[in-house]
């Protein structure tokens, strides 16, 4: 039997971690619990969890400035809860690092199925990981994660590596919202069209020259997303 996958559940909030720590454990996760965001540095540095759900607002050192302080070196998929839902707050958790983004207050069974897909790899992108893909002006290790575009590094969340690997795999193709959503986030994400966009926004911002006019990932109005091969790629 593989050994239960790790859990860091960081929020000031004593009842919230102990729901978060009853409801994990009972689902076969290994759970510890951090008051805070100094502590959970602590506890990330000496127990390597797999996943970290962290509260946004914390004293002394908040949720997106933890985000940036683990993503200076890991890639361990990151859920962020807050009681502020709108998107300008959103896109600043994501942009920060986070994987994901929950709303309080919040299903735990909702909550469950986003811990599954943060922890879920795109099959695509680990099948045969040692081949790099290359296309154009852009080039993708799946066994290092690192991407170039060109010739420049560019630094990704799991998430978005995840989003552009499966367009990029899949380029010249119109993705409809709900393909793109049901490889990457699973079958309980396929109405989120609109959480789809925000994470799609963040990917562009990083390997778009411009992008206000992306000349990569092309919207298709009310169908999907295309990743485009350049002319002479």
């Avoid at 899949?170 to 990457?184: D, G, P």
């Avoid at 069209?193 to 390997?207: A, N, P």
């Amino acid at each position: 039997m593989s050994e239960p996958q790790k859990v860091l559940v960081v929020d000031d909030e004593p009842q919230i971690t102990r729901v978060l720590r009853h409801s994990l454990t009972a689902h076969r996760y290994d759970v510890r619990t951090a008051a805070d965001a100094l502590s959970a540095l602590d506890t990330f540095r000496d127990w390597h969890p797999d996943l970290i759900i962290t509260d946004l607002q914390m004293p002394e050192m908040d949720g997106i400035e933890l985000c940036r302080e683990i993503r200076k070196v890991s890639t361990l998929p990151i859920i962020v809860l807050s009681v502020r839902g709108e998107e300008k707050t959103k896109v600043q958790a994501l942009d920060a690092g986070a994987d994901d983004y929950v709303t309080k207050p919040f299903g735990i069974d909702e909550l469950l199925a986003r811990v599954r897909a943060a922890l879920r790899r795109l099959p695509d992108v680990h099948e045969d990981s040692e081949s790099i893909l290359e296309d154009g002006d852009f080039r993708i290790d799946p066994s290092t994660r690192d991407v170039t575009v060109n010739g420049e590094s560019v630094h990704l969340t799991p998430k978005e590596f995840d989003l552009l690997v499966f367009l990029f795999r899949n380029r010249n193709k119109v993705m409809t919202h709900r393909s793109i959503l049901t490889a990457i986030w699973g079958g309980n994400f396929t109405e989120q069209t609109e959480y789809l966009r925000v994470f799609v926004g963040q990917l562009r911002k990083k390997v778009e020259e411009d992008p206000s006019q992306p000349k990569y990932i092309r919207t298709e109005p009310w169908v999907g997303y295309r990743f485009l091969t350049q002319p002479g790629s």
